[in-house]
């Protein structure tokens, strides 16, 4: 069974930091991977995806890395801002008993302090 | 283009009360699903369905229903209402290429918050 970690539970920062988010994955066997981002009282967002096939993905500020034979992704968000404060999560797209599914690990909620 | 829409935002039920929790999207994707989101446990699918008249269990199905008979529509019928059932759900939608392997972004509403007393 596909299992998803995030660690550290909560970060909290001084803004302009660059900082790294990590997310690993006991199963390699995925088709991709996405990072999402969720403000408070909010649904989700998808920052990044990755496909099985590639190493990393960009959008602004963000890279998100994918190493499927160690089973971890990172998310690098440079030069942060109070703008990024909000809860990241990441997600692996596997196919199950023939079915698509994607597995959530429970996010890092980021502070990003003035 | 609205996106994802999620109808009531917060709702309480009594226990054994039945409801519907309405999920519209505008962008003819043929990917929807319902999630919901506990503390400690993550968000965890409930239904999906990749195309109208097609539905499939996630991995919590028991208590709940769906049905798509267009590709905008996607409720949520709770069928009697517990308190284990006191969630945020979510739906949320994407494209669904005709190889069926890759998958594209997950466009999430924002959320209908119920309370089941």
């Known amino acids: 069974k596909q299992e998803v970690t995030q660690i550290p539970a909560a970060l909290s920062v001084p803004e302009g930091e660059n900082l790294v988010l990590n997310c690993s994955f006991t199963?390699?066997?995925?088709?991709?991977l996405q990072w999402f981002r969720q403000d408070p009282g909010k649904g989700l967002t998808s920052l990044l995806l990755?496909?099985?096939?590639?190493r990393e993905q960009t959008s602004g500020r963000l890279n998100a890395s994918l190493d499927k034979s160690s089973g971890r992704s990172t998310l690098y968000i440079a030069a942060s801002q109070p703008g990024d404060s909000a809860t990241y999560l990441c997600a692996v797209g596997t196919l199950q008993g023939g079915s698509e599914k994607l597995v959530f690990g429970k996010g890092t909620k980021l502070t990003v302090n003035p | 283009n609205a996106g994802v829409t999620q109808t009531p935002k917060f709702q309480v039920l009594k226990t054994g009360q039945s409801m519907t929790l309405q999920c519209a999207q505008d962008m003819n994707h043929e990917y929807m699903s319902w999630y919901r989101q506990d503390p400690g446990m993550g968000l965890r699918l409930i239904h999906y369905?990749?195309?109208?008249?097609?539905?499939d269990q996630g991995e919590v199905p028991n208590g709940y229903n769906v049905s798509r008979s267009t590709t905008e529509d996607f409720p949520l019928r709770l069928l009697s209402a517990a308190p284990s059932q006191t969630s945020v759900y979510f739906c949320?939608?994407?494209?669904?290429?005709?190889?069926?392997?890759?998958?594209?972004?997950?466009?999430f509403g924002n959320g209908t918050r119920l309370t089941v007393t």
């Open positions: 990755i496909q099985s096939s590639q």
């Open positions: 369905s990749v195309g109208a008249g097609i539905t």
């Open positions: 199963d390699s066997a995925i088709y991709n």
């Open positions: 949320a939608s994407r494209e669904f290429p005709l190889n069926r392997v890759l998958f594209s972004p997950l466009h």
